[in-house]
């Protein structure tokens, strides 16, 4: 949902550059494999996992006096990176009412130690350590400017890097990796909202863990500060806005392209929890690249692919069947071959042979000799807002809460802050 820029599961999308530019939120990932692949586990600080509570014993959102603190993964830096603060900064332990200040910081290469960091040639005996600029400092993370703070925590193999960010100055650094700054001024606006929904309903579901949002694909793309004025005007004049089903926060879900209608979430991604977001009819984005796809692909080359993401065929794969759902069950593929047939859901069938060649859930196939053609329509899940629809749609005169009001039924907007 977005410009698809991250990391190991979103390496195609990166490979193709800003024509994928619309894909994540919410692209599910793989199983985690450690840092920069999957969610922070093992973490040395805590074995918590989070639990959500049914919707009906949640409380009601709350407003806020300001906009509220994002703790931001920055997931795919190297393993190794580097920390600086151009100006004054103060840092403190965990566990530890000692605040250092310092006239600046680094740069700073992060390694881990036993027992805890070695930044520059400093050594910190923690598992995590808050670095705060001051007010006019600059903090810089492998040499990109970031707002805000870092927190650096103690991982299984590498260390993690956190950003403390306020939603908005978050935003100023997702908006254009998720959606075109040269694109209409009321889509970039529902983009913004879309975002920020999203952003605080993963703050909510993962307030038991070390971190709210991840800054790649698996989530939404954060590049730190980079805006630019229409990114920034789409934020301002949003500031605060949100999307609410039943007075409650949920994962405002976008993706490139819905090849003329969107998808439930529970055949789209496997989430029944969020099918009010019922499906709609989308004419608008009939102009995106993706509106429709073809691919073929080799029989061995897709039982190699298959059985390297765990899900073992042979090659003498013959039929790849696409099954309808029921029921509020996620769209399953059907694996034929000598031997046996196996069903893997639509996520793993396309994070297996390749989201940028698997465009969508939506596709036929058949098979001439040895190789499979697909033909499809969209690009992403499926599910919730479809951006080049919301570019259509801003394009014909319709604003940015007429395009929500259409992708998101059964929910309300509400401004908390």
């Not at 994540?24 to 074995?47: A, D, M």
């Not at 001024?185 to 307030?207: F, H, I, N, T, W």
């Not at 490139?256 to 969020?274: D, F, M, W």
Request: hydrophobic fraction near 40%; aromatic fraction near 8%.
């Amino acid at each position: 949902m977005s410009r698809a820029r991250g990391r190991s599961f979103a390496l195609a999308a990166l490979a193709c550059g800003a024509t994928l530019a619309l894909y994540s939120c919410y692209e599910p990932p793989p199983p985690p494999r450690g840092f920069g692949v999957g969610p922070i586990i093992p973490l040395v600080t805590t074995t918590t996992t989070t639990t959500v509570p049914p919707r009906a014993e949640l409380p009601p959102v709350p407003h806020y006096d300001a906009a509220p603190l994002l703790r931001v993964w920055l997931s795919d830096l190297s393993a190794e990176p580097t920390v600086m603060v151009r100006g004054p900064c103060r840092l403190q332990e965990r566990g530890s009412a000692t605040v250092t200040t310092l006239p600046r910081f680094g740069p700073a290469k992060v390694r881990l130690i036993s027992g805890g960091f070695k930044l520059g040639a400093e050594s910190y005996m923690t598992t995590a350590l808050e670095i705060r600029p001051e007010e006019g400092s600059a903090l810089f993370i492998n040499n990109i400017l970031y707002s805000g703070a870092v927190r650096i925590i103690r991982g299984s193999d590498v260390p993690a890097i956190i950003n403390l960010i306020d939603v908005e100055s978050y935003l100023l650094g997702v908006l254009g990796s998720e959606m075109p700054r040269d694109w209409p001024a009321e889509a970039l606006k529902a983009q913004a909202v879309a975002a920020r929904s999203y952003a605080l309903s993963m703050a909510r579901d993962r307030a038991a863990t070390e971190w709210d949002m991840v800054s790649t694909v698996e989530d939404q793309v954060y590049d730190g500060g980079r805006a630019g004025r229409a990114v920034e005007s789409a934020v301002t004049a949003t500031a605060g806005q949100v999307l609410l089903h039943d007075n409650q926060f949920f994962p405002a879900f976008f993706h490139s392209t819905c090849g003329g209608h969107t998808e439930k979430p529970s055949v789209a991604l496997g989430k029944p929890e969020y099918d009010f977001l019922e499906g709609v009819e989308c004419p608008w984005c009939a102009a995106s690249p993706h509106a429709r796809w073809q691919a073929r692909v080799n029989r061995w080359d897709l039982a190699r692919r298959l059985t390297a993401a765990g899900v073992e065929v042979n090659a003498s794969l013959s039929e790849v069947r696409v099954i309808e759902p029921s029921g509020g069950l996620e769209r399953k593929i059907e694996l034929v071959y000598d031997g046996g047939e196996k069903q893997v859901t639509i996520t793993d069938f396309r994070r297996a042979v390749g989201r940028m060649v698997i465009k969508s859930g939506r596709f036929e196939s058949s098979r001439s000799g040895d190789v499979f053609q697909f033909e499809g329509r969209g690009l992403g899940h499926g599910a919730g807002m479809c951006q080049y629809g919301a570019k259509g749609m801003a394009e014909a005169g319709k604003t940015w809460r007429e395009i929500l009001s259409h992708y998101y039924q059964n929910t309300a907007m509400e401004k908390l802050y």
